[in-house]
């Protein structure tokens, strides 16, 4: 996967000491950082036969919340159309 320049020079995942641990987090839980195609590719081969790889390559194409995805229930998966209708979520 390729290397993405630090938000923040001089902290990298590498140099991350117990008290940059919480910087560290706050600034990637208010950035997202979208996958780019080989990244996620990559990711997918990863996982192999993982039982889960159907959730992430659904979640990861779709752009579905993981609680939408979660909550998705057959009676709205029409595979022949190709849509999934969204009617409930979940916290879990």
């Not at 390559?57 to 579905?64: N, R, V």
């Not at 909550?71 to 998966?77: A, R």
Request: glycine share 8%.
């Amino acid at each position: 996967m390729s290397e993405r320049a630090s938000p923040r020079p001089g902290l990298t995942p590498q140099s991350l000491t117990l008290r940059s641990c919480e910087a560290w987090r706050r600034i990637f839980a208010t950035r997202p950082y979208p996958w780019t195609g080989r990244e996620l590719a990559a990711f997918l081969k990863a996982c192999g036969e993982n039982r889960y790889r159907t959730l992430y390559t659904f979640l990861a194409l779709t752009g579905c919340r993981r609680g939408e995805a979660l909550g998705l229930h057959w009676s709205e998966v029409d595979l022949e159309a190709g849509v999934a209708r969204i009617r409930y979520t979940t916290d879990n």
